[in-house]
């Protein structure tokens, strides 16, 4: 059964930073694209970030381009979030996702889903 199990949320003042990981398990993604999406109360879930298995091919949203970081660890089979500079239009609940090898997280009907972490940032 895989699982995507996100940690790292929480509650942070505008301009502070926070980490989200994301550790798969069930299965490995080392060869699979894997990356985040978020979904903020009353909008439907966007995308945020994507990262590519190799870790050298990078998307951003370019609301949070400059600010959010993805990088992975494929021998942890996780994936992590640095968000930096977080403004009040960042809280969300941050969603993980994973892929089968060859697709992109963006289309998201193929996508292996986390529970999400709620990140709430304040003005």
């Known amino acids: 059964q895989v699982q995507l199990v996100e940690s790292g949320g929480g509650l942070v003042q505008a301009g502070g930073s926070l980490r989200l990981s994301c550790a798969a398990s069930?299965?490995?993604?080392?060869?699979?694209?894997m990356g985040w999406f978020r979904q903020a109360p009353g909008k439907e879930r966007e995308f945020v970030a994507e990262?590519?298995?190799?870790?050298?091919?990078?998307l951003y949203a370019d609301s949070v381009k400059g600010r959010f970081t993805i990088s992975r660890d494929n021998a942890k089979n996780t994936v992590y979030l640095q968000m930096n500079s977080l403004k009040p239009e960042d809280t969300a609940v941050y969603y993980c996702?994973?892929?089968?090898?060859?697709?992109?997280?963006?289309?998201?009907?193929?996508?292996?889903w986390g529970q999400g972490t709620q990140v709430t940032v304040s003005s």
């Open positions: 996702a994973a892929t089968e090898r060859g697709l992109t997280i963006r289309n998201p009907q193929n996508n292996y």
């Open positions: 069930g299965r490995s993604f080392s060869r699979s694209a």
């Open positions: 990262i590519w298995w190799t870790g050298d091919s990078l």
